[in-house]
C-alpha cells in the first residue's frame, strides 16, 4: 500500500502521496520508444515538454507538502518548507479551473505528431487529467479521490500533518526548525478550513457510517488528552533540534502554538464530528450517499484505469478467491492441516505460538530485524531479474504509535527526488499477533522490492524524463505492480524450503482477491459492514481485528482496494502476452525494464508500452 501525498492536478491520479512516470533513460522504454517507425516532430515534441515542465511547476506552487516531499523545498522555492496547502473552497475551485485550463492547453498538441515514448506520456498526462475532470461532476470526495470523507479514521489532517512533519520535512538548520514552527501554526488553518469543507459535506448529506465517525472521535478525544508539550509535534522537533545541536526553545514554541492554535482547532473539529455521531447512520457503502452509485463507478474507472463494472470485478475476485483456496489447501494438507475450511485451517496456523512474536518492545525489534534479513536476501536475487535496480535505499519502520490504531498494516512511503531521504516500508506493530512470521517475507517484497521501492525509486531516479514524469501516479499500476512483485518473488523460488511462507503468499493473494468481493459488495451489493467482516474472517482465516480496520478502510476509500488485484492481473496478462508472441527470445529483465521505464501509466497504456517493446525485440 502506498501512502503518499504526490497527487497530479490537486488528485492522485490514483490515491495519498504517489509517484511516476515514462523514464527514456531506461533501456526497456528506449527500446519501446524506438519502437515506433517514425519519429516524434520536433516542434511538437519541445511543445508537449515545455507543458510538461509547466505543469510541474504548477504542481509545486499549488502543493508546499508535494515540494518538502520532492525534497525541492531549498533555493528558489526554500519559502514552501514554511507553508502548508490550506483546503478552502476557493482554492479547491481555483485547482478546478487551472485544471481545466491545462487541459485545453494539453489538447492544442497535436497528438498525431508524436511517437514513441512522446505519445506515451502524452496518452498518461490526458487519461490523469480526463480522470480528475470527471470527478468535478460530483460535488464532494475532492479531499483526495476518491477518499469520500473528508475526515474519518484514515484521513484528515489531524492524522496526516503530524506524520508529514515528522518523516518529510527535514530539519539540519535553524531555518528548517523555524520553517516546522510555522507549519505547525498553519495547522489550526488547515484544520478550521477542513472542518468548514466537512460541515460542507455534512449539510449535503455526505456523512460517515456511525463506526468511521466513533473511530474518528476515539482518536481525535486521545490526541487532545495528550499533554501538548507530550505530543509527537513536540517531540518530534525537540529530538531532531537536539540531534543537531541546534540551540532555541522550539520545544517551548511549538507546545504554545498547539495549546493556543491547534488545539483548538482540532477541539472544533471534534466537537463538529461528535454532534454529528448521534444521527449518523450505519449502512457501510456509497451506494447510500447523493449520487452515490455515479460515485462509485467514478471511483472503479479513477482507480483501476479500465472501464471494468462493479459486477464484473465482484464475478472475478470470487473466481479467484475459488481458485487460490484450493492452491492452499494443497499446502495446508502437506503440512498435516486437514480439518475445517481453508480460512479456519490459516486461522490456526496464524495462532502457532511458533509463529507469533512477542507483544512486547524485545519483539518488535526482533521482527523488523528479521524483515531486514528477508531484503537482503532479495538484494542478491534483484540483479537477475531486472537490468536497472535502484540507488536509492529502502529503511523499515515502525508505524509511529500515534497512529497505529487507524493506520494500515503496511505501507511505502518513497525516497526524495535527490536521493537525501531514502524509501520508507512501514509496518503497523499495534499487535505483533496480527503478523504471523509467515505472512512477513509477502509483505517485504511487495513494500519494498521487488515491490514499490524498487518501482517507484528507479522510476524518480530517470533523469532523462521531465520531472512530471518522475511523478505521475496510478493506483493499478503501482499496486498492481506490488502485487506482481509477490508472485514474482514466488516464482524467483524465496519460497522453495518455506512452504508455510508460501501459504502465507497465497494468503496475500487470496486477500487482495476477497477485497475485489468486498469492495464491490459494500459498495455496489449494499453489503453490511458485519457482512464484510464476516466474509473475510470466513475466507482469509485472518483476525477480527485486522479484518475490520480493513473494512473500514474500504468503506471511506470506496474503489481503492479494487487498484491492487486488477492491475496485478494485467501485468500478467501482459507478461504471458509478451512472452507467447517472442518465444525463446523473451527475456524477463527486458520486460521488467520496458514495464517499469513506461511507469506512472494507465493500464491501457502499459499495454502499448509492452506491445511496443515486444515489437522492437522482434526486429531484433
Known amino acids: 500500500m502506498i501512502d503518499r501525498r504526490r497527487l497530479l492536478m490537486t488528485a492522485a491520479a490514483g490515491a495519498g502521496v504517489a509517484a511516476t512516470g515514462a523514464c527514456a533513460s531506461l533501456p526497456g522504454a528506449q527500446a519501446a520508444a524506438s519502437a515506433s517507425s517514425s519519429a516524434s516532430d520536433p516542434t511538437i515534441k519541445a511543445a508537449l515538454n515545455a507543458f510538461m515542465d509547466r505543469t510541474f511547476e504548477h504542481i509545486l506552487d499549488k502543493s508546499p507538502e508535494t515540494t518538502t516531499a520532492f525534497g525541492l523545498d531549498t ?10 496547502s490550506v483546503p478552502t473552497l476557493e482554492e479547491e475551485e481555483k485547482g478546478r479551473r487551472l485544471n481545466r485550463a491545462q487541459r485545453t492547453e494539453l489538447a492544442a498538441i497535436d497528438r498525431s505528431r508524436l511517437a514513441g515514448v512522446d505519445a506515451v506520456r502524452y496518452d498518461t498526462i490526458a487519461a490523469s487529467y480526463d480522470a480528475v475532470i470527471a470527478t468535478y461532476d460530483i460535488p464532494y470526495g475532492q479531499g483526495g479521490w476518491p477518499n469520500v470523507y473528508r475526515v474519518s479514521q484514515q484521513s484528515g489532517a489531524y492524522q496526516s500533518i503530524p506524520a508529514f512533519l515528522d518523516t518529510q520535512h527535514g530539519i539540519e538548520t535553524a531555518a528548517d526548525a523555524e520553517a516546522y514552527v510555522s507549519r505547525v501554526d498553519m495547522f489550526a488553518d488547515v484544520l478550521n478550513a477542513e472542518t468548514d469543507r466537512m460541515l460542507e459535506d455534512y449539510a449535503r448529506g455526505v ?103 462493479a459486477d464484473e470485478i465482484h464475478r472475478i475476485g470470487r473466481d479467484l478467491v475459488a481458485e487460490l483456496s484450493a492452491r492452499a489447501d494443497v499446502l495446508l494438507k502437506a503440512q498435516g492441516l486437514t480439518q475445517g475450511s481453508v480460512g479456519q485451517r490459516i486461522a490456526a496456523l496464524g495462532d502457532d505460538p511458533q509463529y507469533i512474536y512477542p507483544n512486547t518492545e524485545a519483539g518488535r525489534t526482533a521482527l523488523i530485524a528479521d524483515l531486514n534479513r528477508q531484503m537482503a536476501a532479495m538484494q542478491a536475487l534483484l540483479p537477475h531479474y531486472f537490468g536497472r535496480l535502484p540507488r536509492s ?42 503478523w504471523p512470521k509467515w505472512t512477513l517475507p509477502t509483505l517485504t517484497y511487495h513494500e519494498a522490492a521487488p515491490g514499490h521501492h524498487l518501482q517507484i525509486a528507479i522510476q524518480q531516479e530517470s533523469e532523462a524524463a521531465p520531472k512530471l514524469m518522475n511523478t505521475l501516479f496510478f493506483s493499478s499500476y503501482v499496486e498492481g505492480w506490488g502485487l506482481y512483485a509477490e508472485q514474482l518473488a514466488d516464482e524467483m523460488g524465496v519460497y522453495a524450503d518455506d512452504p508455510i511462507g508460501q501459504i502465507g503468499y497465497l494468503q496475500s493473494q487470496m486477500f487482495r482477491a476477497v477485497r475485489l468481493v468486498v469492495d464491490t459488495g459494500i459498495h455496489s451489493k449494499r453489503w453490511s459492514r458485519e457482512q464484510a467482516i464476516r466474509y473475510m474472517v470466513e475466507t482469509l482465516g485472518d483476525q477480527e481485528s485486522a479484518v475490520t480496520s480493513e473494512v473500514d478502510r474500504y468503506c471511506g476509500w470506496p474503489g481503492q482496494a479494487c487498484a491492487y488485484m486488477v492491475g496485478k492481473l494485467e501485468w500478467v496478462r501482459l507478461r504471458e502476452k509478451a512472452r507467447r508472441a517472442l ?18 501509466v494507465p493500464l491501457t497504456v502499459l499495454e502499448r508500452v509492452i506491445d511496443d517493446w515486444t515489437a522492437s525485440v522482434r526486429r531484433g
Do not use: C
Not at 409 to 433: E, M, Q, V
Not at 583 to 590: L, M, P, Q, S, V
Open 393 to 434: 535505499p529502502v529503511e523499515i519502520r515502525r508505524v509511529p504509535a500515534e497512529i497505529e490504531a487507524g493506520a494500515g498494516l503496511g505501507y511505502y512511503n518513497s525516497p526524495s527526488l535527490d536521493g537525501t531521504r531514502p524509501g520508507a516500508y512501514y509496518i503497523n506493530l499495534r499487535d505483533t499477533s496480527e
Open 583 to 600: 518465444g525463446d527470445r523473451f527475456d524477463i529483465r527486458g520486460f521488467h525494464d520496458a514495464g517499469l521505464g513506461g511507469g506512472g
Open 75 to 84: 533555493g528558489a522555492r526554500a519559502s514552501a518548507k514554511s507553508k502548508l
Open 207 to 309: 456523512v460517515p457510517p456511525d463506526f468511521i465517525l466513533s473511530n474518528a472521535v476515539g482518536m481525535q478525544d486521545g490526541m487532545l488528552r495528550t499533554a501538548a508539550a507530550e505530543s509527537g509535534l513536540v517531540g518530534s522537533i525537540t529530538r531532531r533540534t537536539q540531534d543537531k545541536g541546534l540551540a532555541g526553545d522550539w520545544g517551548a514554541r511549538t507546545t504554545r502554538l498547539i495549546e493556543s492554535r491547534v488545539y483548538p482547532a482540532l477541539r472544533r473539529q471534534l466537537e463538529a464530528m461528535k454532534a454529528k455521531l448521534p444521527s449518523a447512520g450505519h449502512e457501510a457503502g456509497v451506494w447510500r450517499l447523493p449520487q452515490g452509485d455515479a460515485y462509485y463507478a467514478n471511483s472503479l474507472h479513477y482507480i483501476t484505469t479500465t472501464r471494468l463494472g
